[in-house]
């Protein structure tokens, strides 16, 4: 890969977008790039013919400015939240990792960074949909990282501390930061808002070092959310997608484990459990682009539209991993994707 050009040389900037805040951050963050003015982002991110993983060894970085929708119904694929007012937003698209699991291979024609950088107009669309709540006594529920890792990208624009500077006040709204990112201490001094959740999606080292070789080492991001438990955030364990690897039995239960002895577990908010799972489409043009992986060879069933292990198989796996679980934290509360 040493011939490839480092990540983000080339900025890509729409017209409109030049004047935004979050732009002249961007910006600044990369004064060797070279600027690319262009009239709008999809003439980039969505031309034929790319090449997903190649672009993944050289990411460009592309700023634009959102028009409506800025909410979207919240895809089957996440747990319940027990509540109907689920909907996600798409500050950036694309992630600044590459998980081999990962359905946003599948999702975008890109492998580049989209970031969105009109901010305000998605503030404005939360505070209309408070107002226009399907169940007004339940509140609204945003996962903000849906489609990328925002706290990985924290260092390079605040839009992390911007959304929990923003959500801090408004009643009715949570909002759910999910990542694989080593970086809490990007955010660690702002204080702790109550309606803000922190997910951490963790895995066996042995699936880190096989599937998520672009992301932190899990060490780094169980110390991460070790320092926002300690700190008073509301903090969420993600052990999704579990991976049904030969002896996953044994490694997810040692994982599980050890990473409790790290960890004070009464301090989690809850833990999301969920086997592999992706919409078939996104699975069918992964295996297309001859995936390297040997997760896109495995024995699945299609599902309403969802490529994922049989149903006795993912039920048996949740079953034995909920009921480890238990056994360490007994009044756990835990969301299976099933």
């Known amino acids: ?8 040389s080339h900025i890509y900037i729409e017209r409109n977008a030049m004047d935004y805040p979050l732009a002249q951050i961007a910006l600044s963050k990369f004064p060797k790039a070279k600027i690319v003015e262009i ?57 600044l990792y590459n998980c081999d699991y990962c359905f946003l291979q599948g999702m975008y024609p890109s492998g580049n960074l989209v970031i ?17 709540l399907e169940n007004p006594l339940k509140p609204l529920v945003i996962p903000i990282s849906y489609n990328t890792d925002l706290m990985a990208m924290e260092n390079i624009i605040p839009i992390t501390s911007n959304w929990i500077k923003f959500v801090r ?16 201490s990007s955010i660690e001094n702002i204080s702790p808002p109550k309606n803000v959740i922190l997910s951490w999606t963790l895995s066996p080292l042995e699936i880190c070092e096989k599937y998520e070789r672009t992301a932190p080492p899990v060490h780094r991001r169980i110390n991460s959310m070790k320092s926002a438990i300690e700190k008073g955030w509301l903090v969420r364990l993600c052990i999704d997608p579990v991976l049904l690897i030969d002896r996953w039995e044994d490694k997810y239960n040692r994982f599980i484990t050890e990473l409790f002895r790290e960890i004070d577990g009464k301090k ?37 539209g969802t490529v994922t292990p049989p149903i006795e198989l993912r039920t048996h796996a949740m079953e034995t991993l909920k009921k480890h679980i238990l056994t360490i934290h007994p009044k756990m509360r835990i969301l299976i994707w099933e």
Request: glycine residues 0%; aromatic residues 14%.
């Open 1 to 8: 890969m040493k011939n490839f050009q480092p990540n983000f």
């Open 116 to 132: 969105f950088v009109n901010e305000n107009d998605f503030f404005k669309s939360i505070q209309e949909k408070l107002k226009n």
């Open 169 to 184: 006040e408004l009643d009715n709204l949570k909002i759910e930061i999910r990542t694989k990112s080593a970086l809490f």
């Open 268 to 304: 989690l908010v809850d833990i999301t459990l969920g086997v592999f799972r992706m919409n078939k489409d996104y699975f069918n043009r992964i295996r297309k682009r001859e995936s390297r992986s040997d997760i896109y060879y495995d024995n699945y069933i299609i599902e309403n």
């Open 39 to 95: 009239e709008h982002y999809k003439d980039i991110f969505n031309r034929p013919k790319q090449h997903f993983q190649i672009q993944k060894s050289s990411m460009k970085l592309i700023l634009a400015k959102k028009t409506a929708p800025f909410l979207y119904p919240a895809s089957e694929m996440i747990q319940e939240y027990e509540t109907p007012n689920v909907f996600y937003t798409t500050p950036i698209l694309n992630c």
